[in-house]
């Protein structure tokens, strides 16, 4: 029995970091494309631009 009662706190555990990491990563994201690909500043646009070509991803 307390082997399934550490099994199940394990498991809330790890779900509720993978909700956090999932958060975190989408907070990133918003960030990388709202802040560095709309930026009015050339360095940081040109650098977000850079970054979207090295990855591949189309941005024109």
Same mark, same amino acid.
């Given at each position: @029995?307390? @082997?399934?009662?550490?099994?199940?706190?394990?498991?809330?555990?790890? /779900?509720? /970091?993978?909700?956090?990491?999932?958060?975190?990563?989408?907070?990133?994201? $918003?960030? $990388?494309?709202?802040?560095?690909?709309? /930026? %009015?500043?050339? $360095? $940081?646009?040109?650098?977000?631009?850079?970054?979207?070509? /090295? @990855?591949?991803?189309?941005? %024109?």
């Amino acid at each position: @029995m307390e @082997m399934n009662t550490a099994t199940k706190t394990l498991g809330a555990t790890a /779900s509720g /970091s993978r909700a956090a990491q999932l958060g975190l990563v989408a907070l990133l994201g $918003v960030f $990388v494309i709202g802040f560095l690909g709309f /930026s %009015h500043m050339d $360095v $940081v646009h040109n650098a977000g631009h850079d970054y979207r070509h /090295s @990855m591949a991803f189309p941005c %024109h």
